[in-house]
């Protein structure tokens, strides 16, 4: 009889679940449903052996922190090209007439700006959650995604495939967002930036308990399955409806450009209505078998593209400015703004840039100003109404002495930016330093972000990256938020660090101009931190990658004896200061210079790095006529492609690049494909690839939609 009543109650959940969430037409109150929910949780705490992974207690989310491991697609997550253009947007939906003989019926859809997810389900219940990741693999999030009420736990309905995949997007919606923030304006935290960066933020929490609080939402646009019984996209989203699905009920069928054009501009305005964020139109080829005939690119489906919508413009008043300095001593102005609604998010505050930025504008305090937000994390001021200043305004003097420490600023020839010259005296340089040297692909040190840090420092227990391998637990665990088990793990993670190859030492002193690259040939070519340190300006620019600026900052640092005894002090704690010799698989690319740029599908960008390294190559950071390669993914900037073209350097696809290695030749054998019309670096229309996804073709794997 327990076991019976359990069932009913998971069943009840489910349904009140769904006609709360998804059909908007709940049948009992809230205290009703919390009064089944209770019965349901203390059944399942005293019979544990009837536990299920898919009860609707679930949304409640669980305290036990897990690891995210990685999971492979097994359809894989391709990206759309991007256009803001509608002339651009024209020429896709030619194409497809010319290349289809016919006036195909594409489907239009809102684009929501979230973040992508994979859905499983086995036997009509969910299986599995999983991150876009890098197109190819993906976090697994199903604990925290199961706590997020528009996911369908089990299916109803009929016909639902066995096992199959469906793709959409998780949103936080606005009203989540601004209760977010208010708490966390509350606690005295830093707000956050936008819906989007929240929402994947959530996502990737720890605790599912506070997953479920964030009140996340998930909305359905694409399936993936082997042998789908659907003729057409908007069959397969009915479908998926009848199942459970949150599916959009504003996607639309449009036979013309006339009626494809007239979506897009009511949805340019009504999305300001919308609860939650969107920022362009999805416009999809709707019948599946057209889609198969237009097929792919090699990143990219040449049945859909994703149309944006130009970044919100919005008038408000500027504040005041305030100073913000970085670990470099760099100077960046930020405008105070009368709180603004713009693109879903209240806008308190924008970026200035540099003094030059604010004399073409003629920026001052009181002006209204125009505030645009186009992906920016921090919205930026594009303009001044001028017919608003107010009668008794005055220019804008910029500071002379550093907002932090008082020292007078100074600017460098050449660039734009004014800089505090306190290296050893100013907090914030200091502290950034030391988030610089912990960060993930300098020392990765886990567990010491920038509140942590700045708590070290403010206590008198770090005052640069050195002190760092002095901690002990017992004087982190006494400090706010830590104790100690986290003080552990911190002084375990430090003591890691040690293990980190030298070119990411090198890297993580933060010398300026330093990147990641330049550190990398540095110690390839130098050897040891001694040899860097006592090498003269003429010997440095004898390494790949460094010039004469690069190495009289290098020259500068190693000169200053503050930073000689941290380096010193680092020593003694045991990090390497001398590089690995490092097996060389082949010599195929001995001699050859390569620029790796885009998004790619198989690899990461260090990963090709790797491999061109392994196989004789040299990698370099930009376009010149030193290069003889340019391996080009998606996302790539249009300049570098522009300028690679001019100057007559090859162009190598991913694939391409494999062939090359795996047939083992010499570099300078042509490349296997060299028509380059349909490079995915000439995406039709231009663009950078949009987050949404497509369900992407397999080999031997059946239709994909």
């Excluded at 919606?173 to 935290?189: Q, T």
Aim: proline share 5%; aromatic share 8%; charged share 30%.
């Amino acid at each position: 009889m327990v076991r019976q009543r359990i069932e009913e109650l998971r069943r009840a959940l489910e349904r009140h679940n769904r006609l709360y969430y998804i059909d908007n037409a709940p049948e009992i109150s809230d205290f009703e449903f919390d009064a089944l929910m209770r019965e349901l949780l203390e059944l399942e705490a005293a019979h544990p052996e009837w536990a299920d992974p898919n009860s609707p207690s679930v949304r409640v989310g669980s305290d036990l922190t897990a690891e995210f491991r990685t999971v492979r697609h097994h359809f894989p997550m391709l990206s759309l090209g991007n256009t803001y253009s509608l002339g651009e947007l024209h020429d896709f939906l030619d194409r497809i007439r010319r290349e289809t003989g016919r006036e195909a019926e594409v489907a239009c859809e809102l684009k929501f700006d979230g973040t992508a997810i994979s859905l499983t389900y086995e036997h009509g219940s969910l299986l599995r959650a999983v991150t876009r990741g890098d197109g190819t693999e993906g976090d697994d999030v199903t604990a925290n995604v199961r706590t997020i009420r528009t996911v369908p736990l089990r299916l109803q309905g009929e016909g639902w495939p066995d096992y199959f995949e469906i793709r959409g997007e998780i949103l936080m919606p606005y009203a989540s967002f601004d209760r977010l923030n208010a708490e966390r304006e509350a606690a005295g935290e830093p707000l956050l930036a936008n819906p989007r960066n929240a929402a994947a933020g959530t996502l990737k929490q720890q605790s599912s308990a506070v997953v479920a609080r964030r009140g996340l939402d998930c909305t359905l646009y694409q399936i993936a399955g082997d042998e789908l019984p659907f003729r057409s996209h908007s069959e397969a989203l009915a479908a998926a409806r009848s199942w459970g699905f949150k599916v959009s009920d504003k996607m639309r069928i449009c036979r013309t450009t006339e009626e494809v054009d007239a979506f897009i501009a009511h949805w340019d305005t009504a999305r300001r209505e919308l609860p939650f964020p969107t920022d362009g139109v999805v416009v999809k080829v709707d019948d599946f078998a057209l889609r198969r005939q237009l097929g792919f690119t090699a990143k990219a489906p040449k049945w859909a593209v994703a149309y944006k919508f130009k970044a919100e413009q919005a008038l408000t008043r500027l504040q005041s400015i305030d100073f913000q300095v970085g670990r470099t001593g760099a100077v960046t102005p930020v405008a105070n703004l009368e709180p603004v609604l713009l693109a879903g998010t209240t806008v308190r505050r924008a970026t200035l840039h540099n003094a030059e930025q604010m004399a073409q504008l003629d920026i001052r305090p009181g002006d209204c100003v125009y505030v645009e937000k186009g992906g920016e994390i921090i919205p930026k001021i594009t303009g001044v109404e001028l017919a608003a200043r107010p009668a008794d305004s005055r220019p804008f003097v910029y500071i002379d002495r550093c907002p932090e420490c008082g020292t007078p600023l100074v600017r460098y020839e050449g660039e734009a930016k004014h800089y505090c010259p306190n290296q050893g005296g100013c907090r914030p340089q200091i502290i950034g330093r030391i988030l610089h040297f912990i960060r993930r692909k300098a020392l990765d040190i886990e567990g010491l972000g920038e509140e942590t840090v700045e708590l070290l420092y403010d206590n008198g227990l770090v005052a640069n990256a050195s002190d760092l391998y002095d901690l002990r637990p017992e004087q982190l665990a006494p400090l706010p938020r830590l104790g100690e088990k986290s003080a552990e793990n911190i002084v375990r993670s430090i003591g890691r660090s040690t293990e980190a190859p030298f070119h990411r030492v090198l890297f993580g002193l933060g010398i300026r101009f330093v990147g990641e690259t330049t550190a990398k040939y540095l110690a390839a070519h130098f050897r040891t931190l001694d040899a860097v340190m006592a090498a003269s300006r003429e010997e440095l620019v004898e390494a790949d990658e460094v010039g004469e600026k690069i190495a009289d900052a290098i020259v500068d640092y190693f000169a200053d004896a503050g930073n000689r005894r941290i380096v010193e002090r680092l020593r003694t704690a045991g990090l390497r200061f001398e590089a690995e010799a490092r097996e060389q698989a082949s010599d195929a690319l001995a001699g050859k210079s390569f620029v790796i740029s885009g998004k790619f599908l198989n690899h990461s960008r260090d990963e090709l790095k790797e491999l061109i390294e392994r196989h004789g190559g040299r990698n370099l950071a930009a376009v010149s006529g030193n290069v003889d390669f340019l391996v080009a993914g998606d996302n790539m900037g249009p300049a570098k492609l522009k300028k690679a073209e001019k100057l007559g350097i090859r162009i190598l696809t991913e694939e391409e690049f494999a062939a090359l290695l795996d047939r083992g030749t010499r570099a300078d054998a042509p490349p296997a494909a060299a028509d380059r019309t349909a490079h995915p670096a000439h995406p039709a229309p231009s663009g950078k690839p949009s987050e949404e996804t497509a369900a992407g073709e397999a080999p031997r794997q059946g239709e994909l939609f």
